[in-house]
């Protein structure tokens, strides 16, 4: 007795992996796609021919696809129908059915309409009065018939049922109400039936009807075996499917004995040879349940075991896992062989723009390196692992396109080759923007002379030797007809994976030179000074380090900076001192100095490190966990005036939930509490523009920048509550810095030249819109309050 | 500046005999002492009559003065000598501008001083005005700031507009010890001495009447209604305070730029290094670690780990 089954076809599910913001790079809008492909036989293109009996065990073939096309936002995960077949062998024990396997392939709609007939009919009347029941071989071979109806009459239960109302059964019938079939076909369909195992005994009628067309029932006893109180599963996977010996019908009752009991013997090796397999012990308690209150084991029953074992695998992503076979029936236990999916190969595939295979530039190890271990050889292919796959892949940033994609192994029985294929983006890009500015005058119209045309070039060579080095670099100005004001560059090398590529620590060594232009945060003014002349930091230097990344987000920087920093007024010369207007309308012009020298230049290179402590993650939106940074600038006597010094600071961030919510798609984020510490200070040489300043949104909100005070030690302290409401964010905030009394000890005060506090608190309140906040906060000092819309968290 | 050529001393005998032969008394005391010099250092805010006081001292209109307004924007030195001893007052502008301590005049002053000595500070603020503010202590403050405070133990406040009729109900004497407690309250606070130290080296309070129109008496001195004559005692007074056995302040260039903030420190960074590299950055990657060994991994990976034992 056996029986075959169809597996549901399934429906898309979407799924969305994450993707960085696209970080400038050139061309491709990003997506990222990832289908299960029906990979049908050719058979299944014509309804005329319908499939011969597959041998192969495993009926389609599925394709899943993975793939992401450059930087992508969302990915799509579409499996598509017709995918999983299942066959069931029933394994008698006693005097049951032989262990024979039969499959069978369904290729999802068979019923095409020919193109050779006149458009409109392509179909014939059957010809006979309406309403008689017609037994298939009464049929002609020559017609074609339309179908316009299929009904099951279950001859046990004495019960009809139609497709509309569904049974499970009917994922076994190719028909389709409306579909036109040739009477072979229809014969053949009755013998798939027949032979899948899921009937002891089944027969097709036709009737006919008055317009011509003929109703399908299809009538049947339901394959059942004896009760059974366990259940079992095994893995199959890789095994070699036993074939089982021909049983000569005309067999003594004593050969018979003999031939059972060997298929036996056999089975039971087969189950001792099986692997474990993954399905976790709750399930299969739950179908010891189902097998129980069922009694009887019936093809319905399997089928819906078949059903429960194959959702577990797929809502756990083990996408390429089925049930194959149920054996050992008619016995106690209920043996249910699965193929989990084994990973028999892993290929990786360079394609170019066509799509055609093709020798790729980046090195085959780098792609190994990134791909999780659990896509390697011999483990069990997982649906998470290949998006991480596509995650990792797609941060290199080198490939336009990504195909993580399962196909099955022909040599091996539940085999699966894994093949990741890539499509490389140009290594060498180079971009040009322009830009025009144009700035208010005096009566709020823009003047002529105020439109400058700006610009940016930027060029890049990545993956450098295939080994993911790149080069990049740009330099940008606001005004171009006169670039030497405000020219900016920056030129960079970064060679990752410093330890080689099969040495687990990653270390990324980065070489950049840079300029910057800044402005001055240091001489602002207090609330009572308005119109501080401005000061602009310009440096221009040199920097190494090493990243050592830890995890995602956790990492250790350390490096040298060698820096050159010139301050200059407004006028863009280079100035000594800062200044501030007098009541007499003149300026002071001996405040604070600006530079360490004195001179308005000052060199200087120290060390710089950095570590990052980071276990941040999201849940439903909203950011939990804890976030750690220390740094500090150590210098070397190195410079102008030898400057030593030791300058630090430490910050420390927990983002507490509030309360454990369940983490899903749609639903809220938990409200959050958060906590930050930051202490900074520097002993030795400090000069105004390392001066730690007060005040500002990323320090104490309802101040501008550096509007409390420019000190040597700062402590700054906040608290956040955020609430989520109708899927946007509220928050209120409390926070105070402070300089610790230490602004006296920055050269020329500049906290009191400018009359500021030296110390602040504010609180407020805002609401999250998108990436911008709107807040109110409450300037303490002043008691007065402002709305500001900041973009970005300050956290 | 310093070039200023020392001139005789004409200007003390336009003083009667009388203020001559003590001022002269004192100098020989002083003398006596081993003190050939004397530099007074003369500060305030505007228009109290730091000029006025530096003329009547010296017996000779020097420093121009007018009633309107204040002209000196720079510090002036006067050098007088008599009889092998040398008088140098040192007569600065009003450092108040716009309801705020000018950093830039005292910023000129201190330079003004350098490599000086100053034996003595005067002081000088007004008796006629009856509230102390804010602004006094801000200059007090300023002062000490730029000199420190052991400038105050060569103090001496110089209330001027001595002759004066105190409002109803007041007579003279009670006006001006309140206005003079006043004045050191301010003094005190503003330069933040403690309270008992302040006790015991109680800063001298001296009067002075810069007016032509001063009362005089019979020697034709010139008197406060107590029938004091302020001059000689005025004189009496500073050499009492130099003679009171602190030092004299010396002006250097360590005490304009004040304690270099930067250079504080700087021995330890290699102990903060140390400590910032083996317990701040080692702790951090620690907890790193731990984070890592914590770190939930999804159930598929678990799985293929081994772990799952069926489980889940």
């Known amino acids: ?795 | 500046m310093a070039s200023q050529v020392t001139r005789e001393w004409s200007g003390i005998q336009q003083f009667p005999v009388a203020t001559q032969t003590k001022l002269l008394e004192l100098l020989a005391k002083l003398r006596n002492d081993n003190v050939n010099s004397l530099t007074i250092l003369v500060m305030g805010k505007g228009g109290v009559g730091k000029s006025s006081t530096v003329n009547s001292i010296l017996g000779e209109r020097v420093a121009p003065v007018s009633a309107f307004q204040s002209e000196g924007l720079r510090p002036v030195l006067y050098s007088r000598s008599r009889a092998g001893f040398t008088l140098n007052i040192i007569d600065t502008p009003g450092i108040i501008e716009g309801g705020y301590v000018n950093e830039h005049a005292v910023e000129v002053i201190k330079r003004f001083l350098l490599n000086k000595t100053i034996d003595i500070l005067l002081y000088v603020e007004r008796l006629d005005s009856y509230r102390v503010d804010n602004l006094d202590r801000q200059v007090i403050k300023a002062i000490t700031d730029s000199f420190g405070k052991g400038i105050w133990r060569r103090g001496v406040v110089v209330l001027t507009h001595a002759q004066l009729s105190p409002p109803d109900g007041l007579n003279y004497e009670d006006f001006f010890t309140k206005r003079s407690e006043a004045v050191l309250r301010v003094v005190r606070l503003g330069a933040r001495i403690k309270r008992q130290e302040f006790q015991e080296n109680a800063i001298p309070v001296a009067l002075v009447e810069n007016s032509g129109r001063c009362n005089t008496n019979d020697s034709g001195e010139k008197v406060l209604p107590n029938g004091i004559a302020w001059i000689p005692s005025l004189v009496n007074t500073i050499t009492e305070v130099v003679s009171n056995g602190s030092k004299p302040i010396f002006v250097d260039k360590k005490l304009i730029d004040g304690p270099n903030p930067n250079a504080w420190g700087k021995i330890w960074i290699p102990l903060i290094v140390a400590f910032q590299y083996f317990v701040v950055i080692k702790g951090i990657r620690k907890q790193i670690k731990e984070d890592i060994a914590r770190d939930d991994r999804p159930l598929w990976e678990l799985r293929d780990l081994g772990l799952a034992d069926r489980n889940f």
């Open chain 1, 1 to 795: 007795m056996a029986f075959a089954a169809q597996g549901l076809p399934r429906l898309p599910v979407p799924i969305s992996a994450s993707s960085r913001p696209n970080r400038r790079r050139p061309s491709t809008t990003t997506s990222l796609s990832a289908s299960l492909q029906p990979n049908l036989p050719s058979s299944s293109s014509s309804p005329q021919n319908p499939p011969p009996k597959s041998k192969s065990l495993l009926p389609s073939s599925q394709t899943l696809i993975l793939s992401a096309t450059a930087t992508a936002a969302t990915a799509t995960l579409l499996c598509g129908g017709g995918g999983g077949g299942g066959l069931f062998g029933g394994g008698g024990s006693g005097g049951g059915g032989g262990g024979g396997f039969w499959s069978r392939f369904f290729s999802a709609p068979m019923a095409v309409a020919k193109d050779d007939e006149e458009p409109g009919r392509d179909w014939d009347s059957h010809g006979l009065p309406a309403n008689i029941v017609v037994q298939l071989a009464k049929l002609s071979g020559l017609k074609r018939y339309r179908v316009s109806e299929v009904l099951f009459f279950d001859r046990r239960r004495r019960s009809t049922t139609s497709a509309t109302t569904g049974d499970t059964f009917f994922e076994m019938v190719s028909l389709q109400p409306g579909g036109t079939y040739r009477k072979a076909d229809l014969l053949r369909e009755l013998e798939s039936l027949a032979t899948c195992g899921m009937f002891e005994k089944v027969d097709m009628d036709a009737k006919t009807k008055p317009d011509g067309t003929l109703g399908v029932t299809i009538s049947f006893v339901e394959a059942t075996w004896q009760s059974a109180d366990s259940f079992r599963c095994i893995n199959v996977g890789l095994m070699q499917q036993t074939k089982p010996a021909e049983a000569d019908p005309d067999m003594t009752e004593k050969e018979k004995m003999e031939y059972f009991r060997g298929q036996e013997r056999e089975y039971r090796r087969r189950i001792e040879r099986s692997r474990p397999c993954l399905l976790p012990i709750p399930v299969n308690r739950e179908i010891v349940r189902m097998l129980r209150e069922q009694g009887a084991v019936s093809a319905r029953l399997l089928q819906r075991i078949r059903d429960r074992v194959q959702k577990w695998y797929h809502d756990e992503g083990y996408l390429c896992a089925m049930v194959v076979n149920f054996g050992n029936l008619n016995t106690r236990e209920v043996v249910c062989e699965v193929v989990e999916g084994d990973i028999t190969q892993l290929s990786i595939q360079f394609q170019d723009k066509l799509g055609n295979v093709c020798e790729g530039n980046t090195q085959l190890g780098l792609v190994r390196r990134e791909l999780p271990k659990q896509l390697r050889q011999g483990h069990v292919f997982n649906m998470e692992a290949g998006k991480l796959a596509l995650k990792n892949l797609n941060s290199l940033g080198l490939f336009s396109n990504i195909e993580v994609n399962p196909r099955q192994d022909e040599k091996n029985e539940g085999g699966i080759i894994l093949e990741v294929k890539l499509k490389e983006v140009e290594p060498k890009s180079t971009e040009v923007s322009t830009e025009w500015s144009l700035v208010p005058g005096r009566n709020g119209r823009p003047t002529l002379a105020s439109i400058q045309p700006g610009g940016t070039v930027s060029f890049e060579h990545r993956n450098i030797y295939g080994l993911n080095r790149s080069i990049n670099g740009t330099v940008s100005s606001n005004n171009l007809l006169n670039p030497q004001d405000d020219l900016s560059f920056k030129l960079e090398y970064v060679h990752p994976y410093l330890d080689g590529l099969y040495n687990p620590r990653n270390r990324t060594g980065r070489v950049s030179c840079f300029n910057n232009r800044k402005l001055s945060p240091v001489f602002v003014g207090g609330p009572g000074v308005d119109d501080v002349p401005a000061i602009w930091v310009d440096r221009v230097g040199l920097k190494a380090t090493i990243a050592e990344a830890y995890t995602r987000q956790s990492k250790f920087t350390y490096g040298i900076v060698a820096e050159e920093i010139t301050t200059r007024d407004e006028t863009s010369s280079i100035c000594t001192n800062g200044s501030r207007a007098l009541p007499t309308g003149g300026l002071s012009m001996d405040g604070p100095p600006t530079t360490l020298s004195g001179t308005g230049i000052d060199r200087v290179a120290f060390l710089q490190a950095n570590i990052t402590r980071d276990n941040t993650k999201f849940i439903n939106g909203a950011t939990v966990g804890e976030r750690n940074i220390f740094q500090v600038d150590q210098g070397l006597f190195a410079g102008s005036k030898y400057p030593f010094f030791n300058r630090h600071q430490l910050s420390v961030t927990r983002f507490i939930p509030l309360k454990t919510v369940e983490e899903g798609a749609g639903k809220p984020p938990p409200p959050v509490l958060i906590l930050h510490g930051r202490y900074g200070g520097c002993v030795g040489d400090l000069p105004s523009y390392d001066a730690f300043t007060l005040g500002g949104p990323y320090s104490v909100r309802g101040y501008n920048m550096g509007e409390l005070g420019a000190c040597r030690n700062i402590l700054e302290l906040a608290g956040e509550l955020r609430v989520p409401v109708k899927g946007t964010q509220v928050y209120v905030f409390a926070e105070h810095g402070n300089d610790l009394g230490s602004s006296k000890n920055v050269k020329g005060n500049p906290t009191e030249f400018f009359r500021r506090a030296g110390q602040g608190s504010s609180y407020g309140a805002g609401i999250k819109v998108g990436m911008a906040r709107f807040e109110y906060a409450c300037d303490h000092n002043a008691g007065t309050g402002a709305w500001f819309c900041r973009f970005g968290d300050r956290f």
